[in-house]
C-alpha cells in the first residue's frame, strides 16, 4: 500500500498537539486529586477521573508512537512493515469514548479541545470517531462504570451495532 507522507505527518502533529493537551490535564487533575485518588469508584469521582484521563493520554501517545514508526518505516523503504504499523494506527484505540465516559463533568477546556481536535481526524481512523467525540460531548455527566450493571448488560446486548 502506497502511503502519503503528508497525510501520515498532518495525523503525527496533530495526535502530538493532542496529547499535549491531554497531558496539561492529567498534570492539573493530579495537582486536584493527587495522582492515585482512591475511595470512590462510582463514575465522575476522582478515582475514574483519573483512569480516563490516563486512558486518553496513553491511547493518543499510542496512536502517535504508531504514526512515528509507520513513517520510518516508510523512510526505510520497508513497506510491509509500514502497511502494518499504519493499519495498526487506524484501528483508532484511542480510549474514546471509554476513557472520557470516566470522567467527571464539566470536562475540562483542554479535554474538549483535544476531543475536538480529535474529530479532525475522523477520516483517518476506522469507525465513526467524530460520532464517539460528538456523544462524549454531549454527555452531561460520566457514564461509566455503570450503577447498575445489569441494565448496562441489556442495554449492550440488545444495541445495534
Not at 502517535?64 to 499504519?86: F, N, T
Not at 479535554?111 to 481512523?125: I, N, P, Q, S, T
Not at 450493571?149 to 441489556?154: L, N, P, T, V
Request: aromatic share 4%; glycine share 14%; proline share 6%.
Amino acid at each position: 500500500m502506497k502511503h502519503d507522507l503528508g497525510e501520515l505527518g498532518r495525523v503525527g502533529r496533530l495526535l502530538s498537539e493532542v496529547l499535549g493537551l491531554l497531558e496539561g490535564e492529567r498534570r492539573r487533575l493530579e495537582e486536584r486529586y493527587g495522582p492515585n485518588p482512591g475511595g470512590d469508584h462510582s463514575a465522575g469521582g476522582p478515582m475514574q477521573t483519573m483512569h480516563g484521563i490516563r486512558d486518553l493520554c496513553e491511547g493518543v501517545r499510542r496512536a502517535l508512537k504508531g504514526v512515528a514508526l509507520g513513517v520510518g518505516y516508510i523512510s526505510l523503504g520497508l513497506d510491509a512493515e509500514a502497511d502494518h504499523a499504519v493499519r495498526m494506527v487506524r484501528k483508532g484505540m484511542l480510549a474514546v469514548p471509554s476513557g472520557v465516559d470516566r470522567m467527571a463533568r464539566p470536562l475540562g477546556e483542554d479535554v474538549v479541545r483535544a476531543l475536538e481536535r480529535l474529530r479532525d481526524l475522523d477520516g483517518f481512523f476506522d469507525g465513526d470517531l467524530a460520532l464517539e467525540v460528538d456523544v462524549a460531548l454531549a454527555a452531561p455527566q460520566a457514564t461509566y462504570p455503570p450503577d447498575d450493571w445489569a441494565e448496562y448488560d441489556r442495554q449492550r446486548r440488545t444495541r445495534p451495532d
